[in-house]
């Protein structure tokens, strides 16, 4: 696919274009209004595809929980292996379109390797992730940022105090759930570990109080993102903080979503997912 038409779709889900003016582009990148219908499938995400874990896996166990962050409640899917046990712990952050089903698979993934996986709703406190993909999307756009790191912090604490918690707690985030995370390192020092996939860079001059050991997945191809990344690793540098930075070449932003055809890079995919897990084993476990 043309390289314009996915920087335009990136522009759309994350600039703050309308859909009408999205498609009025796309029409005139593709040559023409079917081109450009026929188009869409392939650049939105198709969440039949998100089932790498199915819900009614034997591994598994799932439910939706409520937690408190300071006086709001927050809600969550919290997967675990099925086996009664004590395990450590992973807060799953989302992209911009809320707590979907690919999100919901990912903290799947994370139980079947053995984790106690929490996929948070940050759009729970104002009403909770619609259907609509589009709709999320423009309630992303009015949450506060030291709000939501206050979710993720009250995240952190209520799977560090599960019962079937080891009491080590790591952070995985996607895009905008990547610079959740980043910003939740920053403030949460009792994080044991954190891994940022194509996610915006907290401010340089706060990198100084990141505790947590960092593995940075980005993507070769995210004009917008790599932009942040000299000043926020010098910082890391400066800091001597802990961290581990990958750059996967031809990869697009969310080259983890395997529910999106036009950005989904299986072979980087698995590259970084394998990274990540061990990852979480080395500062994790035990």
Not at 79 to 92: C, Q
Not at 165 to 187: E, P, Q, T, Y
Not at 208 to 229: H, T, W
Not at 254 to 273: H, P
């Amino acid at each position: 696919m043309d390289q314009k038409i996915i920087d335009l779709y990136d522009n759309y889900t994350h600039g703050g274009m309308s859909r009408r003016g999205f498609f009025d582009k796309l029409v005139a990148l593709a040559g023409g209004t079917a081109a450009a219908t026929a188009l869409l499938p392939i650049l939105e995400n198709n969440y039949a595809k998100a089932d790498m874990v199915s819900e009614t896996d034997s591994r598994i166990k799932g439910e939706t929980v409520t937690f408190k962050a300071g006086a709001q409640d927050v809600s969550g899917y919290l997967v675990s292996p099925a086996a009664d046990g004590k395990y450590p712990s992973v807060l799953v952050a989302h992209e911009n379109r809320g707590l979907n089903p690919h999100t919901r698979d990912v903290a799947r993934r994370l139980a079947v390797a053995g984790y106690l996986a929490m996929a948070v709703d940050f759009l729970s406190p104002i009403g909770g992730t619609p259907a609509d993909q589009d709709k999320a999307r423009e309630m992303i756009g009015t949450l506060n940022a030291p709000d939501v790191t206050g979710w993720a912090q009250g995240a952190v604490a209520y799977l560090r105090g599960h019962a079937q918690s080891n009491g080590k707690v790591g952070a995985v985030g996607f895009c905008w759930g990547g610079g959740v995370i980043g910003r939740l390192a920053v403030a949460e020092p009792t994080l044991d570990a954190g891994v940022v996939y194509y996610g915006q860079q907290p401010p340089a001059e706060e990198v100084a109080k990141i505790q947590a050991p960092l593995l940075l997945n980005y993507a070769g191809v995210d004009e917008r993102i790599n932009a942040g990344i000299p000043a926020f690793e010098e910082a890391l540098k400066a800091g001597n903080k802990q961290y581990t930075l990958y750059m996967y070449e031809g990869a697009q932003h969310a080259f983890l979503n395997d529910t999106n055809e036009a950005r989904y890079n299986k072979e980087a995919a698995e590259l970084a997912w394998g990274r990540t897990l061990d990852f979480f084993k080395q500062h994790l476990a035990g």
